[in-house]
């Protein structure tokens, strides 16, 4: 720990390895809001330090007050990551990984 303020604000457009969807960076998109498919590239968040750099694939979807939440596992090594929604994010993609997690629950 080297003080309190760890989030690297990286401001960066990116091409998502999963749709291949331009994704407009605005320093806080972790995630394609296309696919909602993720990439293990970062530590803490922002820092883009994680080695790994392999697909994180969106297996949950919860509720939390007004915010919903997004479980990104990592294909490669299983690193678990939680991530809020984000305004942009298709609706469509969304409803799919619920439809995901509601088949393998029964
Ligand atoms: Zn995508
Ligand atoms: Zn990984």
Redesign the pocket.
Known sequence: MRGPKRFTRVVEDFVCDKCSTTVKGTGYTNHCPSCLWSK?VDINPGDRS?T?G?LMEPVLIETEKQDTVITHV?I??G?KKRNKTSPVDSIEAILLVVQKQNKSRT
């Open positions: 293990h994680a790994c392999a990592c490669e090594c690193h």
